[in-house]
């Protein structure tokens, strides 16, 4: 009986004793965004491109950019974070068709991109190659679509 007390006594302080030390390695979790910037910029070294973007819920319409331009918008992430925007960038006698926002339930593959403080800053550049996406921490821009030619 008197060992059993014992080992649990010793069990007890070890475990109050390390308390302190797990306390001290606290996981430094970043905020959830919620509030997100969408922006496609032309940089072509045509002139004139057209972009429409849309969700299940709102048609942004049809927007003509001008080279330099850049269309945006912005939306706050629905109850259900299930918020999915598209869009179709078409020049003479290319396009492309690509999400430029998703939900992500098992990566933060975009929000890690797009993280701009805590709002999402989604920067797409529109370039003759094909659309890239800017990675905000790293300052860097990566080709994520490549142009699909209509001839």
Same mark, same amino acid.
């Given at each position: 009986?008197?060992? %059993? ?37 032309? =940089?072509?070294?045509?002139? +004139? ?6 969700? +299940?819920?709102? =048609? ?9 331009? +850049? ?6 992430? %629905?109850?259900?974070?299930?918020? !999915? ?7 003479? %006698? ?23 403080? =805590? ?8 370039? +003759? ?9 790293? %300052?860097?821009?990566? !080709? ?8």
């Amino acid at each position: 009986m008197i060992r %059993n007390v014992a080992a649990l006594l010793l069990v007890t302080v070890g475990l109050v004793g390390a308390q302190p030390e797990v306390e001290s390695q606290k996981i430094n979790i970043q905020p959830l965004i919620s509030k997100y910037y969408i922006h496609l910029i032309n =940089d072509l070294s045509i002139p +004139d491109m057209t972009v429409h973007c849309k969700s +299940d819920d709102d =048609d942004l319409g049809i927007h003509h950019l001008q080279k330099g331009e +850049d269309y945006q918008f912005n939306f706050k992430l %629905n109850f259900w974070k299930t918020t !999915l925007f598209w869009c179709r960038v078409d020049r003479p %006698n290319k396009y492309i068709s690509f999400e430029c926002f998703w939900p992500e339930r098992k990566s933060s593959w975009l929000r890690d991109r797009c993280r701009d403080g =805590d709002v999402g800053t989604c920067i797409w550049k529109i370039k +003759d190659d094909g659309i890239y996406l800017r990675f905000n921490a790293a %300052n860097t821009e990566e !080709l994520i679509h490549k142009w699909i030619i209509t001839r």
